[in-house]
């Protein structure tokens, strides 16, 4: 059963098969599902740094315009000649700065002389011309602080006091910008940049730049390692928009982020804020929730490819469970008969060197050895057998069990093959089966197969063929097919070719074989037999009729002899006002068809017969076919009123017991049974069947009686009825007619 394993296989990888695509297309749509995030992550944060810029602007405008508004306020206070002096002025106001953010506030005239409101004195403070030159408030550029270090933004607006023109600085620092205007974005890792409108840096949120006058633009190109053109066009661009007082948003490439850029005009002096941040830091929360995505995704993905698989298996389960009950025997656990077609044909088509051979064997009287040794123990010597042969045999050999006792098997071999044959007849001889020795004989037929065949169920008849040729030949064993066989398979063929025509041209005509009542050996019926009149010679039935069963022809036939003999019986019955009973051959064929009874009965009504005079005759080997529910088909035959004889009664092995459920009317006791009459055996068993026959109220008959002592034999067993030579051959249904109207 080597083969079996590479179905499984070969049905396995076709499942994994489906899944493969499956997860290919999982993996590709998973792909662009994060292709997909990834594209909206990137507007996300293009939108995202674009409105926290504008945000930032916003806010500083609106800072600015307080401070600026305040400035205006003190300024206009002034000039209303309220304050007599920079110290009035600087009481006023003192306790305001803090609420403005302004940390001071100073007063100096054009020579940068003057006071601040915390009580330092200012000498030659640099550059003056700048704030006198202003006429509104004005926001200055980064400058040194009029008392420390460091750097701060003047808003200034000029005044005159006691004549005398003076300029009123508000301080900031330009550190508290930074903390309270320009806040770092994105943990630190986004910024931004207050720029003046030819790219001076004036704050930036980093804290990185210390000095004065450094140059955004030259600053990102160092601080970014910008050397691609892209990126050095995208800033130049900035720098064209930003003279130009426009706006707008970038990115550039750098370590492996994208860095998102906005620049937004603010309402003082052309500034800019510049805000700048990398991809990940927004896109960091979004990177969890598109990993927690992707994994509850492919979490899914496996528990889908899990299912596929469960479901895979199962299917296999049920599919081998399917394959065990549509390839398996379950006695010997080797192929059956679909298995050894659909493998054999596969065997048959490999380019072997050695010579291919088919084997069909089965085991002589196995029926009887059933009757003996029962069901149960006779599957053993199945089994065994089975086992055996697939070990004796090569190892590329392929045996099934075809049917009950009939085995069939496969292979190439280069040896001797009747050395081989005689191996398997000495080694399968006996077989030990629950420590009791079994002596089997087999038959064996065999057929060397030829490089042109190719059908695997004509070999298999033609080995068949070789075997039944065995079975009349006491001394052999095994038959190898040979021309004698070819010559009868070419006649089967030529008979095969010419049948239906033989059907249609009325070749087949009924005889009638009389009956005989034992006791006044007067005429009671008569048995209906076919004969086929081709071209002036009679062909006897054994000729054709088995032929005609493997075929199935049997079916067509034999509902034309019934019709034939039908139509015979009701021109008796208008000639003469009465109707012997008639006997017809029902093949087993038939029952194959559960409503096959309803042709007959339809057959019957037509010529309005009654069905008792009709006896169905069904042989004994049609009541032990496993294939055949007999019990079934002999209650509806009975039940539609037929008469019912068990044909070659004796030469089946059925066992008695079963006689007494079946709804039978006569026994029809075999040739052979008068024939061996001299054999006490036999007698015993003949005498048997009268008793049983005679218990169960069934009616006997014995045919093929050919004398005198024959006749004298069947009336000493009580037979009820006699068909055979010595009364009369099968007669033509003139000669019949003559027959019957002399003894009746
Ligand atoms: P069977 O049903 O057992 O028929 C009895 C056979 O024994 C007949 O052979 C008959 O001619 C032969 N016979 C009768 N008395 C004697 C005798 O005293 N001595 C000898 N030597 N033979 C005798 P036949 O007509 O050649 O038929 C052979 C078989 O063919 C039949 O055996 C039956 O099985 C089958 N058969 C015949 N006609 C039909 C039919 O219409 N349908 C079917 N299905 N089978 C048929
Ligand atoms: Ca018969
Ligand atoms: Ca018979």
Redo the contacts with the bound molecule.
Sequence with gaps: MKKRNKHQIQRYKLHIQWILPLFIILLVLSYLGIRFVKNLTYKNVYNNITELSEQTTAQLNLSITDQKKFVEIMVDSINSGYFKTADDIFNRYRNDLEDYHFTRLVILDKQGNGMTSDGHIVENYPNMQEFFNQSTVYLSENRPSTVSNNQVNIYSKTFTLNRKNLVLFATVNTEDYKEILLRRLFHGKGGTYLINNSGSILIDSFSDINQNNVNLYHYLKEKYQLTSEESLAKLDLMAENIRNKQVGTFDIKFDKSTYFIHYEKLNVNDWYVVSLAPDDTIAKELTTFITLSLLACLFIILIIIGICIYIDLSNQKKNHKLYKIAYIDPITFLGNDSYFKENGSLFLHNNDEQTKYIISLDIDKFKALNTIYGYEFCNQILKKLGEKLTTILPSNNITCRISNDVFATIFSYKNNIEHLLNKIFTEVSTLNIDDVSIYINLSIGVYKIKSEDTDINKLLDKAYMARAKIKGLYHDNYYIFDELLENKLIEEQKIESSMEDALKNNEFK??Y?PKTLTHNEKLIGA?????WEKNGNII???KF?PL??KNKF?IK??LY??EQVCKDMANWKKQYGYVPTIS????KEHFVNENFIDTYVAICDKYQLDRRYIDL?I?ESATIDEKIDILKILNTIKEKGFTISI??FGTGYSSLSMLQNMPIDII?I??IFVDKADLNSDKNIINYIMFLANRLDVKTIV????TKEQVEFVKNLKCDMI????YS??ISKEDFEDYFNKNR
Excluded at 527 to 531: G, Q
Excluded at 703 to 706: F, R, S
Excluded at 723 to 726: K, L, P
């Design positions: 009924v005889v074989q048995e209906a037999l076919i004969r006897p039935p054994n009729i005609f069963e049997i036939l034999d002899i019934f017809i051959n029902v093949s005759e042989t044909d070659d029809k075999d040739k045919e093929g009686v050919e068909q055979g030579f010595y051959k099968p």
